[in-house]
Structure formats: C-alpha cells, structure tokens
C-alpha cells in the first residue's frame, strides 16, 4: 500500500494537476454520530485532502443507515456512477469500516479497479497494489465485518429488552403505526383507519359463518390494504393477520411470548376463539347441525363465553344451551319463544312514530341539495383549477421556444404542474362519482328501524338470522337476560328514540321532539 507522502511524490499526479474523485463518508447509526463519527467531520476531512492532493471532487455521497439495514442508496449510487464513468477511478474514504459493510460491498469495489484512498489510516489500495498490501486490506474488511456484526448483536439485545418491557421492537404489523412514547421509547399504537376494519375481521370470523375467502373478500371492500404499495391483501395475509397474537395485547418474540404493554385491537377472548375455528374446533358442531335454528351462531353465553345453539326436544320444541366448549356451564337451557320476545324488545328500541319518520325523510332529502351543489361546486373549482395549470404549461412551453427559459427550468416546473394536474382528476373522479344515492338509502334505512321488530315476528328462521346479524351485534344471554350492541347507524337511532320517548312521556312539544333529529 502507499502512504501520504507516496501521494505527495507521484509524478503523474503532480504532471496532470487535478484528477477526478468522489467522496463517500458513513455512519452505522445515528447515535455514532454523538462518538465523532458525523457525516460533517468525516466530509470536512475528505474535502480537505481532496484539496490538498489535487483532486476534483465530482460528487460526495453519504449514508446514515443502521446496522445490516436493507441496501444503501447513495452506495449504490456512487457504484452506478462509477461504472458510468469510466474517468474517475477514485474513491475518498475516512477509513475501511466507512465503506464496507459486508464481503459483498468488497468484491463490488475491488471489481471496478478503483483507487481508494483511507485517508485516516493513511493508505491507498489501487489494483497495482501488492499482493501483501491487499492480504492487510482483506483483513481489514474482516475486522469491519466483524464490527458490524457486534452492532447487530447489540441491537438485537436491544430489541429483546424492549419485548420484556412489553414494547413491540419492530415494524408495526398492519392495523398499527409506530409512535414514540411517552418514556421516548419507540411503540405501537391502534392505526385509526386499519385498526376498526381488523378488528370487524375477528368478531365476524369468531362467528364461524364466514371462510378465510369471503373475509378477504369482506376486508378488502373495508379498505384494508398495504401501506407501501397499496395493494389489496390477498386471502393469505388475512390468515396470517387471524393468526397473530400481536392484536389481543400479547406478542411472541424470538420464539417467546410476551405480555405487551400498548392498546389491543381484540380481546385475548376474541383472539382465542378465532384460533379455535381456525384449528378445526368451535366451527364443527354447527356445521353437522341438520336444522336451520334462527338464533344459533348469533349469541354466546355469559357465563363462559362460548356459543349458544339450538336443539330440538319432544320433536317439536327448540331449545337453546350454551355448548359447554371450556366445561360444565351453569346457563339452562333456554325456549326459543323466550329469546324471541326479548329480540323483540331490542328492534322496538329502534322504531319511532309514523310522524317522526315523515319528517326525517323530508329533512334528509332536502339536506340532500346542500350535498350535491357541494359536489357541483368542487368539480368547477378543480376544473378551473386544471385549465389554469395547462394555460401555464402551455405559456412555459412558448417561452422555452422563444428562449426566455432555459429547457431544465421548464423540465421541472412542468412536471410539478403534471403532478398536480394528476391530483386534480384524481379529485375530480371521487367528486364525479360520488354516491349520490346515499340518502334514499337512509331514508330505506330508518324505513327499516321503524317496521323491523314487525318483519322480525313475521320472518322464518332464515330472514330472523339475517336481520338480527344486520342489525345487532355481540348479542350475550346470560341469567334470562339478553344484552346486545346495535351496529351502526342503529345504536344512533336507539339513543334517538329513546330520547324521543322521553319527551313524549313528559308531554313536550312536536318541535321539541323533532329537535334530536337535526345534524348535531
């Protein structure tokens, strides 16, 4: 290898005057950055060798990435550059672990037939270089190898405590986001958009009604899709997300589980039950069940959790029992006519007057005219809003010609316009095709509140089924008792009534009554 002063003495250099060069400075982590490994201390070094051996720096490149992270772009920028041209032959480099990483980087380079200078260790490797100098230098690139081994197994450490603190150490899985802490560590918590929909994903599962296919099926048109790419879960991934501890509040680590410390998107109940259908169980018993009972899947027991089914006694009577999956339940069974009466009681929780419906449709229709000269506006304004840009675009495009701007100006600014252009259709085309119907099938919506407990004692067992599946949920039976939640836009519509049936029973006026409908 040849030192410093070999570089001073060269006859070619100092014949030729300047040579071209390119810089490249690293740190593993941002934290080298606080030990005088910074990106500024190693380029003011470079540039000032640069200057001082008569080299024309063509372009510096610089990457702060962690340990082992996947690829580094301005290293690979400056090797395509490099191969491109074939005048400059010269790397400036602090020291040997800057710019190796691994075997690979080393072969990459050595390939190329560079002269890398490691300015700190005060050495030049060129390919001319002695077979003895190029043994020390391959040692060298072990020992950095090595070096950024310590760094992953230090991270890793890292990341195991973490996990026995309950902080998950890695990307966020999809239904979360990565946040920091309020201890500055980084954590997960539930992503507003993803989380509902994973969470719908595993109460609807838990019923034992749906295949992985129809709940892809079901997740995708609930927007569920990857957050890079965009791209639509495929059935696979839905397996793999029913599948993961990680949305019950618990994780599992380098093959151990850990209690996590952030926001559950399930219940650990939920999460288990799931694994039960999946593995062949919970889903069995109804699937062997000859008879169509109207309330079978639809409610668990309260007691225990699990679920309660149907079963016909004396021939003609149906009765209803918790299946008894984790063990002897105290719950007895149960009349259908029973739950029937109190699933009765629940729709009439969502029925108002013959007045109150009138009037709500006639309100809502005539909101409906705010909303589409809305829409009508916007599409205007976008619209003037993209021919203004190609009125730009095309005056830019006559003074290119003329001269008055140069071809790289014009490059630029056009292609900003074209950007924003595209957003404008894309805006454009969710304005245009906007459901414009959404409000006659409100108004079929309360239509249906108002007669559903009238459909519900009407309807065989199949339709009961469909209609309680639409309108309730997380139905529970326990001690004669049956609890629900209303889906959405019902439980609104069970506060609404409620409070409707409390002014009537206080004898308050019509407007008063109407006022709870008006948009808050």
């Not at 080298?32 to 380029?43: D, F, N, T």
């Not at 540039?47 to 990457?63: M, S, W």
């Not at 994973?198 to 992985?212: C, D, H, N, P, V």
């Not at 089914?309 to 008894?324: L, N, S």
Request: charged share 30%; aromatic share 8%; hydrophobic share 35%.
């Amino acid at each position: 290898m040849k030192k410093r002063a070999d570089v001073q003495s060269d006859a070619g250099l100092a014949a030729s005057g300047r040579h071209p060069a390119v810089i490249y400075a690293r740190v593993s982590s941002k934290d080298q950055e606080k030990e005088g490994y910074s990106i500024p201390a190693q380029l003011e070094l470079l540039r000032g060798y640069a200057g001082a051996h008569g080299f024309d720096v063509l372009k510096e490149f610089t990457d702060v990435e962690t340990a082992k992270a996947a690829g580094r772009t301005s290293f690979g920028e400056m090797i395509a550059l490099l191969e491109k041209t074939k005048s400059c032959r010269t790397v400036l480099v602090e020291k040997t672990d800057r710019l190796y990483r691994n075997l690979k980087d080393w072969v990459t380079i050595e390939e190329l037939g560079l002269e890398i200078h490691f300015v700190k260790e005060n050495v030049i490797l060129a390919p001319d270089s002695r077979s003895s100098e190029k043994f020390m230098h391959g040692i060298k690139v072990l020992m950095a190898k090595n070096y950024i081994d310590n760094l992953s197994e230090e991270t890793r450490k890292g990341m195991l405590e973490k996990a026995r603190q309950g902080i998950w150490p890695s990307f966020a899985p999809l239904g979360y986001i990565n946040v920091d802490g309020a201890n500055g560590k980084r954590t997960i918590v539930p992503d507003s958009n993803l989380a509902p929909v994973i969470t719908r994903m595993f109460e609807q599962y838990a019923t034992g009604k749906f295949s992985l296919k129809q709940m892809a099926k079901t997740a995708r048109a609930d927007g569920l899709a990857y957050r890079k790419s965009g791209d639509m879960v495929p059935t696979s991934t839905v397996h793999k997300i029913l599948r993961n501890r990680i949305y019950s509040g618990d994780f599992d680590f380098d093959g151990t589980m850990y209690r996590g410390a952030y926001e559950p998107v399930v219940s650990r109940e939920l999460w288990d039950q799931v694994q039960a259908i999946l593995d062949g169980r919970g889903a069995k018993k109804t699937r062997k069940m000859k008879e169509q009972f109207a309330f079978s899947g639809l409610i668990t027991c309260g007691h225990c959790g699990c679920a309660m089914v149907g079963e016909i006694k004396k021939g003609r009577y149906i009765y209803y029992h918790c299946t008894g999956f984790k063990g002897k339940c105290p719950e007895p069974y149960t009349r259908e006519e029973v739950l029937e009466e109190r699933f009765t009681g629940l729709l009439k929780g969502i029925a108002f007057s013959d007045e109150t419906l009138v009037w709500v449709r006639q309100a809502l229709r005539e909101s409906h005219r705010d909303e589409r000269q809305f829409h009508d506006d916007a599409i205007a304004k976008l619209q003037r809003e993209h021919r203004r840009l190609q009125d730009r675009i095309d005056s830019m495009y006559e003074d290119k010609l003329d001269g008055r701007i140069a071809n790289d100006f014009f490059d630029t600014k056009a292609a900003e316009m074209r950007a924003a252009q595209t957003a404008i259709i894309r805006d454009l085309g969710a304005h245009q095709t906007a459901n414009r119907s959404y409000i006659e099938e409100g108004v079929q919506l309360l239509e249906l509140a108002h007669n559903a407990h009238a459909l519900f004692e009407s309807q065989p067992a199949t339709e009961k089924r469909k209609l309680l599946d639409f309108v309730l949920s997380n139905c529970t039976w326990k001690g004669g008792e049956l609890t629900a939640e209303y889906r959405q836009p019902f439980d609104v519509l069970a506060v609404a009534v409620a409070s409707e049936q409390q002014r009537v029973e206080g004898g308050m006026a019509e407007t008063g009554k109407n006022e709870i409908w008006l948009p808050k």
